[in-house]
């Protein structure tokens, strides 16, 4: 059974450091474009990095470019998302996801949903 398990979040301080981790089960990531995802309270899922399949295209929201990295280490059948120069509005549950669909980081093309891992920036 295709599965994914978040980890890795946290209480953090603005300008603080994170690494997410996302594990695979039942498949093999890099088989699949893999995104992550952040819900903060009150607002809708908004996919903030994705990364390809075979060739390693990766894709990074406004918001976050520049300051979050996302990886993928085969061996582990992982996926990373490094996160850096934290501010509050990263705040809120992260999620990894898998999709057969392709040039999209878009939610909605997205499934087997985890549940997730609670980042808090505050000072």
């Known amino acids: 059974q295709l599965r994914l398990v978040e980890s890795g979040g946290g209480l953090v301080q603005p300008g603080g450091s994170l690494r997410l981790s996302c594990a695979a089960s039942g498949f093999t990531l890099d088989k699949r474009v893999i995104g992550w995802f952040r819900q903060a309270p009150g607002k809708e899922r908004e996919g903030i990095s994705c990364?390809?399949?075979?060739?390693?295209?990766?894709y990074y929201a406004d918001s976050v470019k520049g300051r979050f990295t996302i990886s993928r280490d085969n061996a582990k059948n992982t996926v990373y998302l490094q996160m850096n120069s934290l501010k509050p509005e990263d705040t809120g549950i992260y999620y990894c996801?898998?999709?057969?669909?392709?040039?999209?980081?878009?939610?909605?093309?997205?499934?087997?949903w985890g549940q997730g891992t609670q980042v808090t920036v505050s000072s």
């Open positions: 990364i390809g399949k075979s060739d390693g295209s990766t």
């Open positions: 996801a898998p999709t057969v669909s392709v040039g999209t980081c878009a939610a909605s093309h997205f499934g087997n």
